[in-house]
Nanobody, 124 residues
Framework: RVQLEESGGGSVQPGGSLKLSCVAS????????MGWFRQTPGKEREGIAS???????IYHPSVKGRFTISKVKANNTLYLQMNSLKPEDTAMYYC??????????????????WGQGTQVTVSS
């Protein structure tokens, strides 16, 4: 079993930056498929970035070029660097983990373990 805990959310003005962190514990995290999702009220949770143990990376088109996913094995932490933030990036952001394998990396159903979420608000 994997436990995930996100941090780093907050309020920022348009054009600003935030860096989210997700600490994993409880299992051999380094081989898992890891992803970031976000959700706003009334909408489906959408996958925005994913990375696997072979460093395959994929981004949703809405964040590609602005967000960067990375992970540090030494401290079992997944990151999401978010630059050039827009009001439409406002959402609850979730970290997720799943069994190894580079398939359906942005599909919610692919993931078994979830963090509690951290709120990101982009507003002037």
């Amino acid at each position: 079993r994997v436990q995930l805990e996100e941090s780093g959310g907050g309020s920022v003005q348009p054009g600003g930056s935030l860096k989210l962190s997700c600490v994993a514990s409880g299992s051999r995290y380094e081989n898992f498929l890891m992803g970031w999702f976000r959700q706003t009220p009334g909408k489906e949770r959408e996958g925005i970035a994913s990375i696997d143990s072979d460093s395959h990376i994929i981004y949703h088109p809405s964040v590609k070029g602005r967000f960067t996913i990375s992970k540090v094995k030494a401290n079992n932490t997944l990151y999401l660097q978010m630059n050039s933030l827009k009001p439409e990036d406002t959402a609850m952001y979730y970290c997720a983990a799943s069994s190894p394998g580079w398939w359906a990396p942005l599909e919610r159903s692919r993931y078994r373990y979830w963090g509690q979420g951290t709120q990101v608000t982009v507003s002037s």
